[in-house]
């Protein structure tokens, strides 16, 4: 009799709860008709539960639907997507940029998204050199060196020549496969991004052989970058190259399209040495210096493109439209080159690899110029968007990822309505503004400190500002990288291996697993 009347008592106990908690609920919904909205929000909808229940439910149901037509097609094409620099923190940050915190950059919405470990042998934040190694080689190496493997030190004159310390690319391995290959950069094609397509060196720095002799090494023994790109077999046989960087072609004796010479010391001018070679192939090529020959070429009858549009790296992406030097008619866009890559390369029924960097993320943030960077960073997820649409997603794999993080942050608790660029809502303990982006370390500390001041007062005015230079806490004529991971994302066939926390280096072998080239040339899907 006990236990029957406990079991009642349960019961009843169950019921008054259910009750109260659906009086709670209506009286939630009849309060909310008449709510006000915070002016901090821009979607009334984020004050119901529901609104993220149900947000939850679509991200559920888009993760099932995934799951359901996992691509276990062999890819064609691969086309790989570097944002130099492009820490998690910067793809945040070009999310409210771009209109709000809840949007998302363009390849946010691919299907799979891993972190890559960046971290040299020898370093624990890495550079653009030893990264290219491997993401693009499948190989860690020294910090500073390019397309060779931990037992050549960097600056070492012979080292790199030892055959079985250098390390082949995707792009030998797509070759190989008798696909095509090539790259487009906003940097100069000899930098140390591209570079990792091609080239096998100690020092990121001998981009032309007069740095090659201010090394104190031979060039005619320690082949510079710019020789290796137009001399070398995977250099020579790229479809497409496009970028920067016209100065380490020319000798110092001659002038380029514009008046600026050359920076070689050996007499040779390799954009004339690139385009003999094409002809004796009897090959359709072409070297364009300007958008208007860009835009002017029959790109889907030509067999090798070779575009250098600066003497060093392109502009800022937000600056072709800011600057006087800079313009939309006279500077082609990322997702321009983009578009003239995939024309070229498309060809190849046997498909190919393409490489895309958008360097100045990285750039833009060492200098800090926090606007800047995000502005590359929109403009870049607007070159993947253009590559998507261009492609079909069952035969063409799509990375996007970076080489390395940098190191701002996005401080305070700005309200949602507030620029990203901006100031945060309220002062600090030293009744002074500050700023929602700022860095570690970089020129912007002597923007941000004074010997008789203290930290000076910035306005709001100052931040509006495109060349506004962001606080740093440490003083360094350029800020460092940061060593923490970075994001992937994948869209297309075998995206699914591209999920989970993993090594850099595993990024080639995974694309080369889909494409089935390299070391997977024989292995069937």
Not at 14 to 29: F, G, S, Y
Not at 226 to 240: F, P, S, T
Request: charged share 25%; proline share 4%; glycine share 8%.
């Amino acid at each position: 009799m006990g236990q029957y009347f406990r079991l009642c008592l349960l019961l009843a106990s169950a019921l008054l709860l259910l009750a109260v908690v659906q009086a709670e609920r209506d009286q939630q919904h009849t309060r909310s008709a008449s709510r006000r909205v915070s002016p901090a929000l821009k979607n009334e909808q984020e004050t119901e539960s529901s609104y993220w229940r149900e947000k939850a439910q679509s991200t559920l149901a888009a993760k099932l639907e995934a799951l359901e037509s996992l691509q276990t097609r062999q890819a064609k094409n691969v086309i790989m997507f570097l944002g130099d620099g492009m820490s998690v923190h910067t793809v945040t940050a070009t999310r409210n940029l771009l209109g709000d915190s809840s949007e998302k950059v363009y390849f946010e919405g691919f299907p799979y998204t891993g972190l890559a470990k960046t971290y040299c042998v020898n370093r624990q934040v890495a550079d653009s050199a030893c990264t290219s190694t491997a993401y693009l080689g499948g190989v860690k190496a020294n910090y500073g060196t390019i397309g060779v493997n931990a037992n050549v030190p960097r600056y070492d004159c012979k080292a790199a020549y030892v055959a079985e310390d250098q390390v082949d690319s995707i792009a030998k391995w797509a070759q190989d496969a008798g696909k095509d290959a090539g790259f487009v950069t906003t940097a100069r094609v000899t930098h140390a991004s591209p570079a990792g397509m091609y080239a096998h060196i100690a020092d990121r720095n001998w981009e032309n052989d007069a740095e090659v002799s201010e090394g104190k090494c031979d060039p005619e023994e320690s082949i510079d970058i710019a020789r290796q790109l137009v001399e070398w077999e995977v250099g020579k046989r790229l479809k497409v190259i496009l970028g920067g960087g016209k100065q380490n072609f020319l000798d110092r004796s001659m002038r380029d399209e514009v008046g600026h010479p050359g920076y070689r010391q050996d007499g040779r001018n390799l954009i004339k040495d690139w385009l003999a070679d094409k002809q004796a192939q009897n090959a359709s090529a072409s070297y364009v210096w300007s958008r208007k020959g860009l835009t002017e070429l029959d790109l889907d009858n030509t067999d090798y493109l070779l575009g250098l549009f600066a003497n060093g790296h392109l502009p800022y992406d937000g600056d072709r439209a800011r600057s006087p030097r800079h313009s939309h008619r006279a500077d082609p866009s990322l997702t321009e080159l983009t578009e003239a890559a995939l024309r070229v390369l498309r060809r190849n029924e046997e498909g190919y690899f393409l490489f895309v960097e958008g360097a100045r993320i990285d750039m833009a943030h060492h200098s800090n110029y926090a606007r800047r960077s995000l502005e590359d960073t929109a403009e870049f997820a607007r070159a993947v968007q253009r590559a998507r649409e261009m492609t079909d997603e069952s035969d063409t794999l799509i990375v996007v990822t970076s080489d390395h993080s940098h190191v701002m942050t996005i401080n305070g608790y700005p309200l949602r309505t507030q620029e990203i660029t901006g100031l945060a809502n309220k002062l600090a303990d030293d009744e002074l503004p500050y700023n929602i982006l700022s860095y570690a370390n970089g020129p912007g500390y002597d923007a941000t400190y004074s010997k008789a001041e203290g930290r000076k007062r910035i306005t709001q005015q100052h931040t509006e500002h495109p060349l506004y230079v962001s606080p740093a806490m440490v003083p360094l004529n350029a800020d460092t990288h940061g060593g923490d991971d970075v994001a992937v994302f994948a869209s297309g066939p075998y995206s699914q291996y591209f999920s989970g926390n993993y090594e850099q280096s595993n990024i080639p072998a995974l694309m080369a697993r889909a494409a089935a080239i390299g070391p997977y040339a024989n292995v069937q899907p």
